[in-house]
């Protein structure tokens, strides 16, 4: 019998790779490198780094400290991308470096709204009802 069974997720070796290429970019970051006038001075953070199936292209999520000029940040980034990959090639031990990709992350933004729709008084009025519903089953 044969199976047709695909991963849910990214397999191991996705995820491995993907967390040892967040911390060369994060540890490259830091050093401030690039002499680019729109990234002076911005901190940036890299929450996540997703490989592809054959490790040769990684999307990299970033976002400079406090949210301001995200994208700015994401299109200097990429407008150096060779640079960035050449300089954190010797530090990921692979045998060949992947291209890199920079995306705005946007799970602070999505976790905020999640946030506000969760402390709504529409929602802490459904949650109140529920629990006086409860005592009275």
């Not at 069974?5 to 491995?16: D, E, F, N």
């Not at 040892?20 to 929450?47: K, N, Q």
């Not at 999520?61 to 991308?81: F, K, S, T």
């Amino acid at each position: 019998m044969k199976r047709d069974h695909k991963p849910a997720g990214p397999s191991q070796r996705m995820l491995r790779v993907g967390e040892l290429v967040r911390h060369a970019l994060s540890a490259f970051l830091t050093r401030d490198e690039i002499e680019d006038p729109e990234l002076t001075g911005m901190v940036i953070t890299v929450p996540e780094v997703r490989m592809t199936p054959d490790l040769k292209l990684a999307s990299a999520y970033i976002m400079p400290l406090g949210g301001e000029g995200a994208q700015v940040a994401a299109d200097a980034l990429n407008r150096h991308h060779r640079f960035i990959r050449g300089q954190i090639a010797p530090q990921l031990n692979l045998k060949f470096a992947p291209d890199l990709r920079f995306f705005v992350d946007e799970t602070f933004e999505e976790f905020g709204r999640i946030d506000a729709l969760l402390r709504s008084d529409r929602v802490q009025r459904d949650l109140q009802d529920d629990e006086d519903g409860e005592g009275n089953a």
